[in-house]
């Protein structure tokens, strides 16, 4: 049970880079899925006002990484134990959960590099 919920909802397979939007939020899976690389992008507080709190799941079932990053660097913060801390990266059939912690600040666990 994840907030008071049983299931989830399941998006359509993104087959392209895909960026956040608010009816992602809590209960939903969102499935990359690629055989290349592809971007699962957080928007900035200006554009998407996701409250605090929020948490996004993010599964890719494709053969190439994704990459979870911030629309704006510069505005939007991603912070993540990855390699690369402002755009960690998953595997293929494997997860990670966004959380948003404040306006424009987004930590992601799970299983990434």
Do not use: E, H, R
């Not at 899925?33 to 957080?42: E, G, I, P, R």
């Not at 053969?63 to 990053?69: D, F, N, P, Q, V």
């Not at 990855?82 to 424009?104: E, F, H, N, V």
């Amino acid at each position: 049970m994840f907030n008071g919920l049983v299931t989830f909802t399941v998006n359509t397979d993104a087959t392209a880079d895909y960026t956040a939007v608010i009816a992602d939020a809590y209960q939903v899976l969102v499935p990359m899925n690629k055989a290349t690389a592809v971007a699962f992008k957080l928007p900035t507080n200006a554009s998407v006002a996701f409250p605090v709190g929020t948490a996004i799941t993010v599964l890719n079932k494709g053969a190439g990484l994704c990459t979870i990053s911030a629309v704006t660097p510069g505005t939007t913060t991603v912070l993540s134990a990855g390699a690369t801390a402002a755009s960690p990266t998953l595997a293929q059939y494997k997860t990670a959960l966004c959380i948003k912690t404040a306006t424009d600040v987004w930590y992601v666990a799970g299983a990434i590099a």
